[in-house]
């Protein structure tokens, strides 16, 4: 047996929600799980997409042998470009993981080393043998991976629930699972999204049976909004669209894409007979699949509720689906999105309603069923906010897995085969913010939109000759402050204390520029802060004429 | 009978949740039903509260006799400072909503014609009858009014709740709305929140066997954090806590003035033993009471999470029960709060688990009994985001109540007797910004926040002499759209460019100086959206020298 530890490190997803990335390393070698993004909440601050720091990867260039991908959620996949951009490794998934990198990749100009898999094929990368285990999720073509290091095996689950009736009848592939589980398994890392949610979560197909009340009902149109990749929930709408003699339009550019892509590879059943060539139909007729279930404001369905979308607009009469949670953060922007369809007729049926969406994850019930029977010695939960970590960790301990470990981004986990080890440093890590021009947004500019958000700005321009002598009065110039013109009053008080100050200054001090900017900031914050209780960005410029 | 409608105007809380505020007149006379405020959600954008704007008021001061206040919660009193420092009206209320008002005048240095009430009390405002009656609701001393009008009796629930055993054993008077159903109510306004909810909301009284559960099986410090002015739920801590022989604490100071208030009120049994003098305990004996339910960053319970509270810290080994719901809005706030409570090894119950915390709104069967006890002929549902108020009006007509009339915000509803109209036009209505020294921020500069925590902003200082001659290079400062000190390169490509424009302009243009200025804007409006995709707030200043 080797004496080089295994080294587990997160770079993201352990500890929130989202931008899954997981370093595995042995000794020279590192292989990578999923590369994933993740979105800024409403305080957007011009901020479109959050990337994980990869300075750990870069840094460490020559180990990486590959990428492994579980699925093509963007959570999973999104992040991919900003990595290939800088290290061109092969990348490993099913087809339609790698179709949806490949669509990504033609939006960078990027070539991608794309290899796909399929389930139970064996791969080898540097030391590592890794093995592609199926698991059922709210996208088609999931994997987990069992990865084979000089020593054990690591058990990566990724997103997965366990689905005893998916809708393409693939089920979680429970076999593999336990045949490793028999084997020995060294490390277990487990999806702890849903490790709150006590019980065993519905299956996908249960979905259908909604889909399939509420289209009994509807006598007008119907829309339905899901996540773009969601390829069995856009299946189960073809399919009852189908039985209720409609047919379906596909609106939004992702979802277009996407449908696109799962179809040439085979992943959709989309008859012709049931395609709508526009929104020109009977209401009765027609079912618009759409995009938009957190009610962004550029998405379709936001636009269509606020009559700003050219194709489509909702009328009265009009049963709009919500097939979809709301992910934290987005509850105003769906609600406002909500009383926007009211507001122009519609009705909505969201996942409050039962049957109408069910989650991906595992529950606790189906955690529990995934360390039984892959009998881990050592844990690691993953995926969450640190109380999912921590509860998953406690699931662990119940069914008798006693060495779990909770880390988070950054941290660095050691096994040696029989120690589990968590190092006192961690390794570079956090967010990179992207803009929508995919340029990097530095974190100083967003904590300078955060101060300007809360308090504006106040700049003061100054002119001084060589003799110390004031060319001109101050130039103020402030926004999100005041109402620039209602406060002239308060504007000229400034202006007169600012004149007042540089009078006052002995000559000498004056040709000293960083002084008499120190002075007037100085004077600025106080000021504010003493009439207004406001703490604007103070900028003071000083010309020497 | 009288022939002048009534009219029903609401100014607050109709087509969203939160700064309820309704009219309600009858020719020249008007009463106002609450005064609320609502909390911004995470954008916060420098605002403190939202307040209804209230310029119908004050255009029609005149009409206005009397406010009536129906319990003491923030989003049903805390716009009153704003109301009454412009119209000091009477103000009804039960005594302990009647405290609190009298505690935030005390914050605004503002005296309040207050006048206490109790249930069945009747009240004469103009030609308008009042009455009170008893609800339960989240707070001690809830009310709805029967206001009785020259053409009838209006029902204003309040947010109300059919709790049959609260823990004051002060049910809703339902004999008494019963009573008014009986005699013919003209028009019944009535509580939206939980309008979406099935069946029957559980009582209060379920969350004392929740903190039994918990108090049972802690084996440390227990901390408790609700709404400061949820008395009851206050009240049933201190039972508990007194049952399993802790001491409790509270730390924060609106709980603090709400408790000594209810208690000098006689709304709360605080025995002398069961109060802790600090928080030196045997963790085993304390239970710690404190704010910050929806994870407010200047919270005591933040703070204590991130070991930034002077008198406590928060330790391994402690119990956190969050016994509130999270206000849609606040979700990333809560959870970051949870994960530091996690990161300092303590344990959290939220109110996902069963028993630690129910709704004071009425669900859908409670909805009907109100409907059904009060008989109205005419009915407008308040409180909630037009689907709630869609919702309600549609369990409306599945009871038999025939005219259900939605309307949100400025929308008049007349009602003439035999019939019920909604005036094409709006009053005046909307938000109004209060930053945290109770100034009104103007909308302009929520804007401008809003633009400048998009992109930043970019402002150019050009000197230009008598002749049209550039004195200087222009001056170009920008935040929050570029790294300053990584960007050079670029920001000496827009000067270059300012500085090329400005040479080529024919001198007699260059002494315009409002064409010199909007040349520039236009001229770094392009650059920016050109090469960087962005939009920064652009302010150029021309100085003639």
């Not at 990486?64 to 579980?70: D, E, N, W, Y």
């Not at 100009?109 to 285990?133: H, K, M």
Request: net charge negative.
């Amino acid at each position: 047996m080797s004496t080089t530890p295994i080294r587990v490190i997160p770079l993201g997803g352990l500890g929130e929600i989202g931008m899954n990335l997981m370093v595995y390393e042995h000794g020279d070698h590192a292989v990578l799980v999923d590369c994933g993004m993740m979105f800024p909440d409403s305080a957007t601050l011009g901020v479109d997409v959050i990337v994980p720091d990869m300075t750990y990867i870069f840094d460490n260039a020559q180990k990486f042998r590959a990428v492994f991908l579980t699925h093509g959620h963007e959570d999973h996949i999104g992040a991919l470009p900003f990595l290939i951009e800088r290290l061109p490794l092969p990348i490993y998934g099913m087809p339609l993981t790698l179709g949806f990198v490949k669509d990504k990749f033609e939006e960078f100009n990027l070539e991608g080393d794309l290899r796909p898999l399929q389930p139970r094929d064996v791969v080898e990368a540097g030391p590592f043998v890794v093995e592609a285990l199926r698991v059922t999720h709210s996208i088609v073509d999931a994997l987990g991976y069992a990865i084979t290091t000089p020593l054990g095996t690591v058990i990566h689950t990724g997103d997965f629930k366990i689905d005893h009736t998916p809708v393409d009848a693939k089920p979680t592939d429970l076999q593999r699972f336990a045949h490793h589980g028999e084997l020995g398994v060294l490390l277990l890392v487990s999806d702890s999204t849903n490790a709150l949610v006590p019980g065993h979560g519905p299956s996908e197909r249960v979905v259908g049976g909604g889909l399939d009340r509420i289209f009994s009902q509807a006598k007008g149109r119907i829309l339905v909004t899901t996540f773009a990749s969601h390829i069995h929930r856009v299946q189960q709408v073809i399919d009852v669209a189908r039985k209720f003699r409609r047919k379906v339009l596909l609106v939004g550019r992702s979802l277009v894409d996407n449908i696109e892509t799962a179809e040439r590879l085979g992943y959709v059943r989309f008859p012709r007979e049931v395609r709508a060539g526009s929104a020109d139909l009977d209401p009765r007729e027609l079912v618009i699949m759409t995009t938009g279930t957190q009610g962004e404001p550029s998405s379709a369905l936001s636009r269509m509720a606020i009559g700003e979308h050219k194709q489509v607009q909702i009328e009265k009469g009009d049963v709009v689906v919500i097939s979809a949670r709301t992910i934290p953060g987005n509850e105003r922007h769906v609600a406002h999105l909500i009383d926007n369809l009211y507001r122009r007729g519609a009705d909505v049926v969201s996942h409050e309603q039962p049957d109408v969406h069910v989650s991906g994850h595992a529950c606790e019930e189906e955690l529990k069923l995934m360390l039984n029977v892959t009998k881990p010695k050592f844990f690691i939960p993953m995926h969450g906010t640190l109380r999912h970590l921590i509860h998953h960790a406690r699931i662990a301990k119940g069914v008798g897995v006693r060495h779990g470990v909770v880390i988070t981004n950054g941290q660095v986990a050691t096994i040696d085969g029989d120690e589990i080890d968590v190092l006192e440093e961690r390794v570079p890590n956090g967010k990179v913010f992207i803009d929508a021009e995919a340029e990097e947004v530095p974190e100083v500019v967003v904590r300078d939109r955060q101060h300007l958000a809360e308090d504006g700005f106040v700049i003061v321009v100054v002119a001084i000759d060589s003799t110390g002598a004031m060319v001109r009065d101050p130039e103020l110039i402030t926004r999100g402050l005041v109402h620039v013109d209602a406060s002239q009053e308060l504007l000229d008080d400034v202006r007169a204390q600012l004149v007042g100050m540089l009078t006052e200054m002995p000559r000498e001090e004056l040709r000293d520029l960083e002084l008499v900017q120190e002075r007037m900031r100085a004077l600025l914050k106080r000021y504010f802060r003493k009439n207004m209780g406001r703490r604007p960005l103070i900028l003071p410029v000083v010309w020497e004429m």
